[in-house]
Structure formats: structure tokens, C-alpha cells
């Protein structure tokens, strides 16, 4: 059975910083394209950034560009997002999913990242 | 990057068909079948309903179907049952490697 299990949201100060990890199982992670998005609070989906298989292709929404990096351990099964700078509107649950030409086809059920002071 | 262009709301009756839009542009949808569909339940993550404009998963009822115009694609909910109330998403591939989401469509089943 294909699992995502996100973790490591939590509170975040306003220009901190946090890491998100994703930890899969049941299917061959290293030869999946995976990406993360996020919801708000009420609102609708947002893509936030893809990473290829091999690492070769890794590409951001312009909204979390030079602030998030997304990261992959093929030997552990692991997809990793670090969020630094954190803004309030970075506050939203955020969800990795495996891709298979470009459908988003296992979901996590997501961990919820709140920036205030 | 703006997001694809959704309604927000849609409704139908038990039995009915409903019909779902998704606009793009030509840097999207227009210019790609990596068109897919999404349904999500309060508080549950989304789950994949077509991908490839119109490919069904294993498991998804052929209630749903997708399809493609120009820069606009469809969903198509047919049958409706109540438990089709949910919130439904449109996504697409762009011409730089990223991915975009519609806003987000509420179906409710009167």
C-alpha cells in the first residue's frame, strides 16, 4: 500500500524557519517525480514545488522561490521541504504527493505549518 | 502565475450531470494533456479523479470523465450522488516545469 506520511510543522517564528519531511513507502520512491503544495486556512490548493526522480529538475512556486528548498533521500524515502524566512502567509497545511505525468496520485494527509509571533 | 480559472460553485440534483470548467492559457492547458482533476473532502487531502485530461485512475467510477478544448478543460460528473459534495480541483502542467491549480470548485448536491 502506497503511504505518505508528512511531519515536522508546528509553530514558526516570522523570519524563521522550518523543515518538513515526508516519509514514503510501498512503491519505489526514487523513481517518482514528487512535489508539496499547500492549503491555507478556507482556501484552495496552491502548488508549491516538483523534484524529479534524479534531482535534476527541481522547480519552486515564484511565491516561495529562494525561501523553500526541496530535497530528496532516495536511500532512506524520504522528501524533505525546508522553509526558511517564513512569512504569516506561508501559514497552511502542506501535503506531499507523488506524480505520475504530472497527476498527483498518493497524497499525504498533510502537517500543519502556523507562522505568528 | 496565476491560477487556472474555476467556478466557484456547481450544483445538481441526485441522478443529474454537472459539468465542471477549468480555463487556462496557451502556456498550459492549451499546450499540454496534463490536464487533471481532484476531489477533496473537508479536512482530507485531495484525492486524484482523472489525470492525462482523461484517464481514470483504478477505483474512480466512469461517473467522472474529463475532456479538453483549447485552453479550457472539463470535468463531468454524472449520476450525481450525495456523496459527490465536495471541493473539486483542476491542475495542469506549464511550459517551465512548474504546476498550477484551479481555485477550487464546491459541488453541492441539492
Known amino acids: 500500500e502506497v503511504q505518505l506520511v508528512e511531519s515536522g510543522g508546528g509553530l514558526g517564528q516570522p523570519g524563521g524557519f522550518l523543515r518538513l519531511s515526508c516519509v514514503a513507502s510501498?512503491?519505489?520512491?526514487?523513481?517518482?517525480?514528487m512535489h508539496w503544495g499547500r492549503q491555507a486556512p478556507g482556501k484552495g490548493l496552491v502548488w508549491v514545488s516538483r523534484?524529479?526522480?534524479?534531482?535534476?529538475?527541481?522547480t519552486y512556486a515564484d511565491s516561495v522561490k529562494g525561501r523553500f528548498t526541496i530535497s530528496r533521500d532516495n536511500a532512506r524515502n524520504i522528501l524533505y521541504l525546508q522553509m526558511n524566512s517564513l512569512r504569516a502567509d506561508d501559514t497552511a497545511v502542506y501535503f506531499c504527493?507523488?506524480?505520475?505525468?504530472?497527476?498527483?496520485?498518493?497524497w499525504g494527509q498533510g502537517t500543519v505549518v502556523n507562522v505568528s509571533a | 502565475q496565476s491560477a487556472l480559472t474555476q467556478p466557484p460553485s456547481a450544483s445538481g440534483s441526485p441522478g443529474q450531470s454537472v459539468t465542471i470548467s477549468c480555463t487556462g492559457t496557451?502556456?498550459?492547458?492549451?499546450?499540454?494533456?496534463?490536464v487533471s482533476w481532484y476531489r477533496q473532502y473537508p479536512g482530507k487531502a485531495p484525492e486524484l479523479l482523472i489525470s492525462?485530461?482523461?484517464k481514470r485512475p483504478s477505483g474512480v467510477p466512469d461517473r467522472f470523465s474529463g475532456s479538453k478544448s483549447g485552453n479550457t478543460a472539463s470535468l463531468t460528473v454524472s449520476g450525481l450522488q450525495a456523496d459527490d459534495e465536495a471541493d473539486y480541483y483542476c491542475?495542469?502542467?506549464?511550459?517551465?516545469?512548474?504546476?498550477?491549480f484551479g481555485g477550487g470548485t464546491k459541488l453541492t448536491v441539492l
Open positions: 492525462e485530461v482523461n
Open positions: 504527493a507523488r506524480s505520475v505525468e504530472w497527476g498527483l496520485d498518493y
Open positions: 491542475g495542469s502542467n506549464t511550459g517551465t516545469n512548474k504546476m498550477l
Open positions: 510501498g512503491f519505489s520512491f526514487r523513481t517518482h517525480t
Open positions: 496557451s502556456s498550459d492547458i492549451g499546450a499540454y494533456n496534463y
Open positions: 523534484i524529479t526522480s534524479d534531482e535534476r529538475t527541481i
